[in-house]
């Protein structure tokens, strides 16, 4: 008995172990909360920068999230640093379809440094590597991702000739005349293509994934995406086809980890997208659509 009674007395600051495990709780809750604010003011910027195409408000709430996000979380402010560097760059020219030459080389130099600045700053500045990009995995496909590359080209075939000319966005890029422009559209398509997933997931989305659970980041990674492909052209009800596929491109990343899985991907999107929009010009060109 006394035994027990000493036990008991030389631990007079015991605490019961479930108390301390739940008593962090609310304020990690706080923290999480927190943090979302100025997460979604970045995505939000986007939305004002592409989707409205408003360049001083869309830079103000970039500013102000940034500024948020160093009082909030030190490294999250990092993170959203280095997608605010590339949001600020693609910002500075329009990402309007337009395949003349002067565009063709300055859209490209802009998306290029879009995603080389905020490596550089990762590697060269942070000393780290938070930014990768995973082209070979070493993993085998499985029947469902096989399914999935053989379903992609033939949904678009359904889907895109239908949306284009039913919803007249086909205008929103130019007419094709000469060889010159064909070759320029057709590579302009495939880089901006390869460029969304490298800027779009595996910056973007990678950097929110440091920081939120899949839903949230996966959110805020397409409402950026979607907001610059509304800029690209992709406008009237386009966001009914783009916000599932920005969705599901984080999505299968995540399930993935393959970078090259989802370029392959939106690549057999975008080479359907480039058959459409030709034919929706000239519909005599490439005549094997069903709308």
């Known amino acids: 008995m006394g035994r027990r009674l000493r036990t008991a007395a030389n631990y007079p600051h015991h605490v019961p172990s479930s108390a301390a495990s739940t008593e962090p ?77 002067p565009m063709f080389f300055r ?25 990768r990009f995973p082209w070979l995995t070493g993993r085998r496909w499985t029947r469902m991702q096989w399914a999935y590359v053989v379903a992609v080209p033939l949904l678009g075939w359904l ?42 997931i595996c910056i973007c989305f990678a950097l929110l994934r440091r920081h939120f659970p899949l839903w949230q980041a996966n959110l805020l990674q397409a409402t950026i995406f979607v907001s610059f492909l509304w800029e690209l052209g992709y406008r009237e009800w386009g966001p009914l086809l783009t916000i599932p596929f920005a969705l599901l491109q984080g ?22 997208v480039f058959l459409a929009i030709v034919h929706a010009h000239d519909r005599t060109v490439f005549p094997f659509f069903l709308y």
């Open 25 to 101: 709780a609310p304020v990690e809750a706080r923290t999480a909360q927190l943090k979302l604010v100025p997460a979604t003011g970045v995505a939000l910027s986007a939305f004002l920068l592409f989707g409205l195409m408003v360049g001083w408000p869309g830079h103000v709430v970039l500013v102000a999230s940034l500024v948020t996000a160093y009082l909030v979380d030190r490294e999250l402010f990092r993170d959203l640093l280095l997608i605010g560097v590339g949001l600020a760059i693609v910002s500075t020219t329009s990402v309007e379809a337009d395949i003349s030459w």
């Open 107 to 131: 859209l490209g130099f802009v998306l290029a440094a879009a995603v080389a600045v905020p490596v550089a700053i990762d590697r060269l500045v942070y000393r780290r590597s938070a930014i």
């Open 251 to 272: 999505y299968i990343f995540t399930r993935t980890k393959s970078l090259t899985y989802v370029v392959i991907i939106h690549l057999l999107f975008d080479a359907v």
């Open 159 to 200: 889907i895109l000739p239908f949306y284009f000319i039913r919803s007249g966005a086909y205008q929103n890029w130019p007419p094709i005349q000469t060889a010159s422009e064909y070759g320029r559209f057709f590579v302009g398509v495939n880089s901006v293509g390869l460029w969304d997933e490298l800027f779009f």
